[in-house]
T-cell receptor, first 111, second 115 residues
C-alpha cells in the first residue's frame, strides 16, 4: 500500500507563507490531490496535480515532482481561516484506481 | 444545491444493534465511497461503488456492508456494530466512474459512538 509522509503539525503567522510537504511512493502513481479539512467538517478539494510543476490557484499553489515522489502545498498571505488540516492524497493504480489519504498536517495560523 | 447528504449526523448505539447510515447525492455522480476517520489514522476507505450494483472493498471493509441499488444512494450498513467502529464516517461522490479521478464531494459526516 501507499506510504505517505507529511508533517503532523505546523504553525505559521497571519500574512506569512507556509509550505506543507508530502512524500509518497511512486509505484503506479497517477496524480495527487490536496484537500482542506476544518475541524469537525468534511474535507474539501483544493487541487489535483498530474504533471510535474507548479499550479497556482489564488493564494494556494501545489507542486508535484513525479520522479521524486514529492509534492507540496504553498499557502500565501495566510489568514486565520486557513487554520485547518491539509490532506495529501496520491492516486494510484490502473483500471481500478486507489486513492489513499495521508494523515494530514494540522496548520495553526496565529496573529 | 449540489450536495451529498448523510443521515443521521450523530448516533449513539449499543453493541450488536444493527444500524444503517444513509448517503445520497444529487449530482448524478457514478462513483461513491465511504470513509472512516480516526485520530492519528486519517481517512481510510471502507467501500466504494463505481456504478449501480457495482461495489468493492476498500482498505477497512470488515464489519461493514454496502449496497448500490440506485445511482443517488449508497447506504452503509453495520450488521453488528462493535466499539471499535466508533468513528467519524464520511460519504463522498465523484463524477468519474473510473474512480476518484476527479474531485470528490464529501457529505457532512456521521459521528457514530458504539457503547
Amino acid at each position: 500500500g501507499q506510504n505517505i509522509d507529511q508533517p503532523t503539525e505546523m504553525t505559521a503567522t497571519e500574512g506569512a507563507i507556509v509550505q506543507i510537504n508530502c512524500t509518497y511512493q511512486t509505484s503506479g502513481f497517477n496524480g495527487l490531490f490536496w484537500y482542506q479539512q476544518h475541524a469537525g467538517e468534511a474535507p474539501t478539494f483544493l487541487s489535483y496535480n498530474v504533471l510535474d510543476g507548479l499550479e497556482e490557484k489564488g493564494r494556494f499553489s501545489s507542486f508535484l515532482s513525479r520522479s521524486k515522489g514529492y509534492s507540496y502545498l504553498l499557502l500565501k498571505e495566510l489568514q486565520m481561516k486557513d487554520s485547518a488540516s491539509y490532506l495529501c492524497a496520491p492516486l494510484s493504480g490502473a483500471g481500478s484506481y486507489q486513492l489513499t489519504f495521508g494523515k494530514g498536517t494540522k496548520l495553526s495560523v496565529i496573529p | 444545491e449540489a450536495q451529498v447528504t448523510q443521515n443521521p449526523r450523530y448516533l449513539i448505539t449499543v453493541t450488536g444493534k444493527k444500524l444503517t447510515v444513509t448517503c445520497s447525492q444529487n449530482m448524478n455522480h457514478e462513483y461513491m465511497s465511504w470513509y472512516r476517520q480516526d485520530p492519528g489514522l486519517g481517512l481510510r476507505q471502507i467501500y466504494y461503488s463505481m456504478n449501480v450494483e457495482v461495489t468493492d472493498k476498500g482498505d477497512v471493509p470488515e464489519g461493514y456492508k454496502v449496497s448500490r441499488k440506485e445511482k443517488r444512494n449508497f447506504p452503509l450498513i453495520l450488521e453488528s456494530p462493535s466499539p471499535n467502529q466508533t468513528s467519524l464516517y464520511f460519504c463522498a461522490s465523484s463524477s468519474d466512474s473510473r474512480g476518484p479521478y476527479n474531485e470528490q464531494f464529501f457529505g457532512p459526516g456521521t459521528r457514530l459512538t458504539v457503547l
